[in-house]
């Protein structure tokens, strides 16, 4: 799942937006209305975490609200079968320069290609959820629909799951 960057939390020091491999991560907003901190625009994260790893007040949480690379609704999900079983995304990091969609291969060391535009697959209907809601304009700062108490239980009983592992 995505991450959120809890606005309480947030000093504004930017570590995370360096880290960010796909450039989800962005700077205040000149809006008055929204608060005046980096955010997540949570359809663009692939969950790589290394914007965690560099936060200096632990400010930047798992969002349970979000799609999972390779999750619930992928047609690359481990567990799922069907014509992408087997295959690799590019995690957000590369994109097809004719539709815009997220790039995928039929395993390690194939050719990155765009199940929209290359594949034979029909794959109109068994794109990426996250490429999905960002034509669709599902996206933009938003808070945090859960507390911080909630955020932090959910990253400490994932965490609990992985061998205490953050």
Known sequence: MSY???PELCIN??????????????????DVSQPAVFWI????CNDCGSCV??????GI?????????????CPIAPDRGGA????????LEAFCDG???????????????????????NARRQLCPKVLALEKAKTGQ????????????????????RGGER
């Open 4 to 6: 959120t960057i809890v």
């Open 13 to 30: 020091c930017g570590g995370c937006e360096f880290t960010c491999p796909t450039e989800a991560i962005r700077p205040p907003a000149a």
């Open 41 to 44: 625009e949570t359809h663009r």
């Open 53 to 58: 790893r560099v936060c200096p007040t632990d």
């Open 61 to 73: 949480l798992p969002d349970p609200d979000t799609f999972a690379c390779a999750g619930h609704g």
């Open 84 to 91: 992408f079983a087997g295959w690799e995304c590019s995690q």
């Open 99 to 121: 539709c815009g969609h997220t790039l995928w291969r039929p395993g390690p060391g194939g050719e990155w290609e765009c199940i929209r535009c290359e594949s034979k697959n």
């Open 142 to 161: 938003q808070r945090p629909r859960r507390s911080i108490e909630e955020l932090h239980a959910h990253r400490d009983l994932m965490a609990a799951g």
